[in-house]
């Protein structure tokens, strides 16, 4: 499933890093909707409560 406000390419494959840089170089639009979207998943699940609530039941699991 694809993930909004990221461009996914194969690991250790720099040809393919580098494709997809000159890519986004030459498409300010779809540099924009990315933009936009990780902007709006970080403020919906990357807020300091969120994540204080994540560690907290990371801890509570390995603590018992």
Same mark, same amino acid.
């Given at each position: 499933? %694809?993930?909004?406000? /990221? /461009?996914?390419? %194969?690991?250790?494959? %720099?040809?393919?890093? @580098?494709?997809? *840089?000159? !890519?986004?170089?030459?498409?300010?639009?779809? $540099?924009? !909707?990315?933009?936009?979207?990780? $902007?709006?998943? *970080? @403020?919906?699940?990357?807020?300091?409560?969120?994540?204080?609530?994540?560690?907290?039941?990371?801890?509570?699991?390995?603590?018992?």
């Amino acid at each position: 499933q %694809p993930i909004e406000g /990221v /461009v996914v390419v %194969p690991n250790l494959d %720099p040809g393919a890093m @580098a494709d997809a *840089i000159e !890519a986004l170089a030459s498409d300010p639009v779809r $540099r924009a !909707a990315l933009s936009d979207a990780a $902007r709006s998943t *970080i @403020a919906a699940g990357w807020t300091w409560d969120v994540q204080a609530a994540r560690l907290e039941g990371l801890y509570r699991q390995i603590l018992g």
